[in-house]
């Protein structure tokens, strides 16, 4: 069973910095890509960065210069190290990832369950 888990949320105040992590564990033989989704409330789940198993990388256009998505292939984890946090950035933040397993065909599209992050004075 292949499965998801972040950690580094949290409450940081403006202009503060907060690093999440998402470790892939289970039967898996591959990773295409890792990234992170995060949804505010009474909005829509957004892509916030997304990175490729090669380093490709792409972020949404509110946090480029800000956050910075990395990936360790080897620990199939990926990071999202986020700087000058605005309280507009709160929100759940979910790992997300095509991986392949050693029982399934082709790369399968899993979630992780959260991780909350607030910013506030």
């Known amino acids: 069973q292949v499965q998801l888990v972040e950690s580094g949320g949290g409450l940081v105040q403006p202009g503060g910095s907060l690093r999440l992590s998402c470790a892939a564990s289970?039967?898996?033989?591959?990773?295409?890509?890792m990234g992170w989704y995060r949804q505010a409330p009474g909005k829509e789940r957004e892509l916030v960065a997304r990175i490729t198993s090669r380093g490709t990388t792409n972020y949404v256009d509110s946090v480029k210069g800000r956050f910075t998505i990395s990936i360790d292939n080897r620990k199939r984890t990926v990071y999202l190290q986020m700087n000058s946090l605005k309280p507009e950035d709160t929100a759940v933040y979910y790992c997300?990832?095509?991986?392949?397993?050693?029982?399934?065909?082709?790369?399968?599209?899993?979630w992780g369950q959260g991780t909350q992050v607030t910013v506030s004075l």
């Open positions: 289970g039967s898996i033989s591959s990773v295409d890509a």
């Open positions: 997300n990832a095509d991986l392949m397993s050693y029982y399934s065909v082709g790369y399968v599209n899993y």
